[in-house]
């Protein structure tokens, strides 16, 4: 990995002066492997084309320029690149129970998945 990561987005339309339509979104450049410098970690292309050169970050800032959001997978891909993939779902997981504490009464009950993302499967005990 390198020491410092590039970021990327899209550039303006070039004849119209806008923001072309699908520019919203802030991508890290990937720096290894065949693409190395030619598109996002999610695989979002940042080579240019007509009338949208890429815009490089370089290093990536620590917030999107306003009116653009990280592209979300990226983050994803280099959380898990800089080692910090568990402590960021770990983070979320905490984040998650906050936002939805359990009732007393049902932290008590059996069946309860908290923290799966998965539905929660019937309860062993109803069908029997
Ligand atoms: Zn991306």
Same mark, same amino acid.
Request: glycine share 12%.
């Given at each position: 990995m390198r020491d410092h990561l590039r970021a *990327?987005? $899209?550039g303006y339309h070039a004849a119209t002066g806008r923001r072309a339509q699908q520019v919203r979104r802030l991508h890290i450049m990937r720096e290894d %492997?065949? *693409?190395a410098g030619k598109q996002g970690l999610c695989g979002a292309p940042g080579w240019g084309v007509t009338h949208s050169p890429p815009v490089v970050i370089d290093p990536m800032p620590e917030e999107p320029p306003? %009116? @653009? #959001?990280?592209?979300? &997978?990226?983050v994803g891909h280099a959380s898990a690149l800089a %080692? $910090? @993939? #568990? !402590?960021? !779902? &770990?983070?979320i997981a905490r984040i998650s129970e906050r936002k939805a504490p359990v009732p007393a009464a049902a932290a008590d009950g059996p069946g309860v998945a908290r923290g799966s993302s998965a539905p929660a499967p019937p309860s062993p005990g109803a069908s029997l």
């Open positions: *990327f987005y $899209r %492997g065949k *693409f306003a %009116g @653009l #959001d990280w592209c979300r &997978a990226c %080692g $910090r @993939l #568990d !402590a960021h !779902a &770990a983070e």
